[in-house]
């Protein structure tokens, strides 16, 4: 079935339901940003495939909003489906549920999926509709539609992240939560978001793609603590763990009944989590709604988890540079095409010790590909690579000690003097960034400015975040934190992981990205309070080719060389032959 086909047989679902829109979010029962297979309804029903973004479906039209991230991207994979791009944050693009009411006759009925709807979206929408006297309901009509989806059969195993690399115990953290609990007279708490389950449990799997939890529910009180997982996927060794941390194990399918039971409790739950959940608790029980308390734990990563990531950035770092030195000297003497060289840069990743797969699917973007800023070449029909322009590579892998996500722009060929310069305008804000020192209480909101200032300062931008919090042997992306133009008013703290990447996209043309990650340290305590900087992890040289050298600063020079002379310290010894002997070219002062 093509897209329009199968919003047809939607709409008449719609029709027999007496539905006047239907929304369909990216989301599953656990609000999971990268999705099972089975849960993949938006881009089943739109074929546009990025990670953020929403289809609303009325009787006659059909419209998608999604970020700035996706702009060039979604127009391509929505071609022929009807279906009408809506851009987030642009003047003109309507909120979706203003859309929505202007599309929705009086006494109208809207409908969700509660089980992949949001507590916060639910009421939101509740609330907005019953102004207009439109009416919100349950009915999952995709399941009457999609008839074909595959069903996670397989029994991916759920092992233990051992206390040596997850830095504290089940039991410690089950004490530190309730502590979160106590204080906030709750008495008991649900946890249903996959990275903070396996993060409390310290458990890992691999039932979402790169990203390695599984699929689980935690009901805890002060005196219980269950776990809700098909419990055939348990190991010996995650039997034992449970059984010593005092947690009780029940099937998955069991969670909803158990929910049902539970009545006269205050209960702390994150509005994020599904609506289905709410409407089974309703019952004579209290809700406090807060975030999860072990989010913001697991985004303060401990000593352990930050000796674990720059333990694997230095072997990441080994093999970017190994995989950028035969991309650079086979690009137009071999055949390769942008998946081609995904694969290949996966291959020397996994020479690595502990390397369990990739953080996300690599992004290889060759000429105007880079310009499309989460692209995913296809397998059939990807891109010829020649050694002609540029290429952006944005990869990542997990290993047993942590996780890495880098991007690295490089020219194949000779690169246009604006290329160079746009690109060394990006490289100035990462340094900028990188060099920052800010009080205590800072916010990312605030140290956005510093990223983008020198692309600001000739009329340029780019549309998308320029940080991301980054889990250990976890979520590539990873709350609370974050760095970007939008208000959040979680504080950067000593411990939080994030990225930095700023980049600049022309369309049809290329695209540039650069990023590191850092981690949040406190450097310094004077008169005037305590003050933090970033610590680099990141090791990998940037490309000498797409620099343009008269443009940096005296200190961004500085810092471009020390960084440099401290990759060869840290990946010298690792390389041998052709390789180091290029490695130490690209590590050259400026």
């Known amino acids: 079935m093509t897209s329009s086909e199968k919003i047809?047989?939607?709409?008449?679902?719609?029709?027999?339901?007496?539905?006047?829109?239907?929304?369909?979010?990216?989301?599953?029962?656990?609000?999971?940003?990268?999705?099972?297979?089975?849960?993949?309804?938006?881009?089943?029903?739109?074929?546009?495939?990025?990670?953020?973004?929403?289809?609303?479906?009325?009787?006659?039209?059909?419209?998608?909003?999604?970020?700035?991230?996706?702009?060039?991207?979604?127009?391509?994979?929505?071609?022929?489906?009807?279906?009408?791009?809506?851009?987030?944050?642009?003047?003109?693009?309507?909120?979706?549920?203003?859309?929505?009411?202007?599309?929705?006759?009086?006494?109208?009925?809207?409908?969700?999926?509660?089980?992949?709807?949001?507590?916060?979206?639910?009421?939101?929408?509740?609330?907005?509709?019953a102004a207009k006297n439109i009416t919100l309901v349950d009915l999952p009509l995709l399941k009457e539609v999609w008839l074909e989806r595959s069903q996670n059969k397989k029994k991916n195993p759920v092992f233990?992240?051992?206390?040596?690399?997850?830095?504290?115990?089940?039991?410690?953290?089950?004490?530190?939560?309730?502590?979160?609990?106590?204080?906030?007279?709750?008495?008991?708490?649900?946890?249903?978001?996959?990275?903070?389950?396996?993060?409390?449990?310290?458990?890992?799997?691999s039932d979402v793609q790169s990203n390695p939890v599984f699929l689980g529910y935690i009901v805890?009180?002060?005196?219980?603590?269950?776990?809700?997982?098909?419990?055939?996927?348990?190991?010996?060794?995650?039997?034992?763990?449970?059984?010593?941390?005092?947690?009780?194990?029940?099937?998955?399918?069991?969670?909803?009944?158990?929910?049902?039971?539970?009545?006269?409790?205050?209960?702390?739950?994150?509005?994020?989590?599904?609506?289905?959940?709410?409407?089974?608790?309703?019952?004579?029980?209290?809700?406090?709604?807060?975030?999860?308390p072990g989010n913001l734990m697991k985004a303060i990563k401990n000593e352990t988890e930050l000796e674990g990531f720059r333990t694997v950035m230095q072997r990441d770092g080994v093999a970017m540079v190994k995989f950028l030195y035969w991309l650079t000297h086979t690009a137009g003497k071999e055949a390769m095409n942008e998946y081609s060289i995904g694969e290949k840069l996966r291959g020397f990743r996994a020479e690595g010790q502990n390397f369990v797969g990739e953080s996300f699917g690599s992004i290889v973007g060759f000429k105007e590909n880079g310009a499309i800023m989460h692209y995913s070449a296809p397998k059939e029909g990807s891109k010829e690579v020649t050694n002609e322009d540029t290429i952006l590579v944005d990869s990542g892998g997990q290993y047993l000690e942590g996780t890495t996500d880098i991007t690295r722009t490089f020219a194949l060929g000779t690169a246009s003097d604006e290329f160079k310069r746009n690109s060394t305008l990006a490289l100035k804000g990462l340094i900028q960034l990188s060099m920052v020192k800010f009080p205590k209480g800072t916010r990312g909101v605030q140290l956005d400015a510093f990223a983008r200032l020198a692309l600001w300062m000739e009329g340029k931008d780019y549309n998308h975040g320029t940080g991301h919090g980054v889990g250990s042997f976890m979520n590539v992306h990873e709350g609370p934190q974050n760095i970007r133009k939008d208000m959040n008013f979680q504080d950067l703290i000593p411990g939080m992981v994030l990225s930095n990447e700023p980049g600049f996209y022309l369309e049809n043309h290329y695209g540039i990205r650069h990023e590191n990650l850092i981690a949040v340290q406190e450097v310094e305590k004077t008169d005037f309070g305590t003050f933090y900087a970033f610590e680099t992890l990141t090791v990998c040289p940037f490309d000498r080719n797409v620099i343009e050298v008269d443009l940096l600063t005296k200190p961004e020079k500085m810092w471009l060389n020390e960084y440099h002379d401290w990759c060869r310290e840290k990946l010298e010894k690792d390389l041998e032959g052709e390789v180091k002997t290029w490695f130490l070219e690209q590590v050259k002062p400026l």
């Open 8 to 129: 047809a047989a939607l709409r008449q679902k719609m029709l027999e339901n007496n539905v006047d829109a239907f929304i369909v979010y990216s989301a599953d029962p656990h609000m999971s940003e990268y999705l099972p297979d089975e849960w993949q309804e938006r881009s089943w029903l739109s074929g546009f495939t990025g990670s953020a973004g929403f289809v609303v479906v009325t009787r006659e039209k059909a419209g998608l909003w999604t970020d700035g991230r996706y702009f060039v991207q979604a127009p391509k994979e929505l071609e022929g489906s009807g279906i009408v791009l809506m851009k987030e944050g642009e003047e003109s693009t309507p909120n979706y549920i203003d859309w929505i009411i202007s599309q929705t006759p009086e006494n109208g009925k809207v409908a969700v999926n509660a089980l992949a709807t949001s507590n916060t979206n639910w009421e939101t929408l509740e609330q907005k509709l």
């Open 160 to 205: 233990v992240h051992p206390v040596e690399r997850a830095g504290k115990s089940v039991k410690e953290k089950l004490s530190d939560i309730r502590s979160k609990m106590k204080e906030k007279n709750a008495s008991l708490h649900i946890i249903s978001s996959l990275d903070d389950v396996a993060w409390t449990l310290n458990l890992r799997g």
């Open 220 to 292: 805890l009180s002060m005196d219980d603590a269950v776990l809700f997982i098909d419990q055939e996927k348990l190991d010996d060794d995650a039997i034992q763990q449970m059984q010593e941390s005092s947690v009780k194990v029940m099937d998955y399918d069991a969670f909803f009944g158990y929910l049902n039971e539970i009545k006269e409790q205050k209960i702390l739950i994150s509005p994020n989590s599904n609506q289905s959940i709410f409407e089974a608790l309703k019952n004579n029980n209290t809700f406090i709604k807060a975030p999860v």
